[in-house]
Structure formats: C-alpha cells, structure tokens
C-alpha cells in the first residue's frame, strides 16, 4: 500500500475521497456558481455535496483557501471564514440568533486567518472571531474574540446523588 507516500496516487486519492475534501471541493463549485448568478444550480449542488458529505456549506457562505474540515458529519458554515480555517466536527460556525449584519449576512458571524474550531464547538450570532483564534471542544462562542484568543468550555460539575435527589419530570 502506497498510503505512506505522500506523492503517490493511492495517497491523493485516498485523501480526496475523504468527506471534508469533498464538502469543500463542491462547495467551492457552488459558490462559483452562486457568484456567476446561476442560483439554481448552486443550490442543488450544495443540497447534494450536504448528503453526499453530512457538512452543510451553503453556497452563500465565504470559505477562505486551505481550509480543512476534518470530520465532517455535522460541520456547517454560515458566514464568512477567513483562510487556513479548521473544523474539527459536529460542530461549526455561523447563523443562530440576531439580525444584525457585521458583514456576512444577518445573523452570520465573521471569523479572521488560522482558526481552528474544536471538535463539538460552536459560534452563534453575529460574531467577529479573530486571527489565529482557538476554540476548544464544546465550547459555545457568542461574543466577539479577539485576535490569539483561546476559547474554552468551562468544566461540568458533578452532583452526587444528583440523578437520585432531581424532580421527577412530568
């Protein structure tokens, strides 16, 4: 197996096969689309790369180059990422509540160059996310964050005898 080199072509196929490669690879041909005004067909290729891969990237979103989503069930973007952009899975960026328009859409956060979101984390609402800006598994942005900023979920608290001492549920 070819798999070890990185310049054979089992190892580029292999890798271009992969769904993050491929939700970006056809996002990129319906924002082309999108951007050319040809609306329709943009969209249904979204919705099939969305079935095909199980990462939502509508058209209308702006993914800056060398992006990489690494697990890509459950990732999507809404708004605008810069380059170099990370999505670890189940998780994304983008939409959620507001209508204010910070430059990507009602609603849609902004986010700078080199950032990685973790695995589980997400940013809601009309945010700006700096450079180089690290958001950790779990973790729930809905505040701008400034530039090398790290973004980490509080720890769960455990509560003995907690499942046994809560209310029943009606």
Known sequence: MHLGKPHSRVHKCYFALLPGFQALFWHRIARRLLLGGWNFPARLIALMAMYLTRAELPPTSSIGPSALIAHATGVYVFGQVGARMTIQGDGGFGGGFGVDDIGAGPGYAV????????FGARVLGPVRIGNGVHVGPGALVTFDVPDGSL???DRPRV????AKTAPPTQ
Do not use: S
């Open 159 to 162: 509560i003995k005898g907690g």
């Open 111 to 118: 986010a700078g160059d080199d950032v990685v979101i973790a």
């Open 151 to 153: 973004v980490l979920w």
